[in-house]
Structure formats: C-alpha cells, structure tokens
C-alpha cells in the first residue's frame, strides 16, 4: 500500500512540475507506421518540437527490436533551449543534451 501511495505522489508531483501553457497548440504533425518501423514528428506553438524514426532491427537469430533515432527540442522557463539527441537500441537509451543560451 505505501509503494502504491509513494508512485501516486511521485506521479502527481511530476504532473505538477511540467510547464504547461493552456493555449500552446499544434503547428505541424506528421506521422507515418507500418510493420517495418515508423516515423512521427510535431512542432507546437510554444517552441516544443519532436522527431522519432523507429526501425524493425534483428538483435539475434530469435529476437527483433525496435531501434529508434530521434530529438525533442523545448525552452525552459528561464529562457535556456535544450534539445536533446538520442539513440535508444538493445544497448538502452543514449541521449545528447545540447544546451543554446537565446541572449548569446
């Protein structure tokens, strides 16, 4: 019960912790699945943009997976816009964080 509490709480401070703007709204959507892989891509109107390409992989003689390649771009309450770069495989998740200072 107490780890049931503790996630719920976890969760709820996460939720609450995530800048939001109400009247943010999508400029750009695309997205295309099919049995081999998938892609998708989007851009909203405060600045949040994404990009995922995913490709059916063979990892072993009995296993497939998922290899995915991709980017989320977002600017940070105190101006700062970090974009981040990541590669996630049978080797897990690899991000690149890139941080651009606007007033630079």
């Known amino acids: 019960m107490?780890?049931?509490v503790f996630?719920?709480?976890?969760?709820?401070?996460?939720?609450?912790?995530?800048?939001?703007?109400?009247q943010a709204y999508i400029l750009r959507q695309e997205s295309d699945v099919n049995p081999q892989g998938y892609n998708f891509e989007f851009e909203t109107s405060d600045g949040?943009?994404?990009?995922?390409?995913g490709v059916l992989k063979q990892i072993s003689e009995d296993h497939q997976?998922?290899?995915?390649?991709g980017s989320y771009k977002?600017?940070?309450?105190?101006?700062?816009?970090?974009?981040?770069n990541f590669i996630a495989?049978?080797?897990?998740f690899q991000p690149q964080e890139h941080v651009?200072?606007?007033?630079?």
């Open 2 to 4: 107490q780890k049931i």
């Open 7 to 22: 996630i719920g709480l976890a969760l709820l401070a996460v939720v609450a912790a995530a800048p939001q703007d109400p």
């Open 48 to 53: 949040i943009s994404r990009q995922e390409h």
């Open 65 to 69: 997976g998922i290899e995915v390649n």
């Open 74 to 84: 977002y600017t940070a309450p105190d101006g700062l816009v970090y974009t981040v």
């Open 89 to 92: 495989n049978e080797h897990g």
């Open 100 to 104: 651009e200072h606007p007033s630079q």
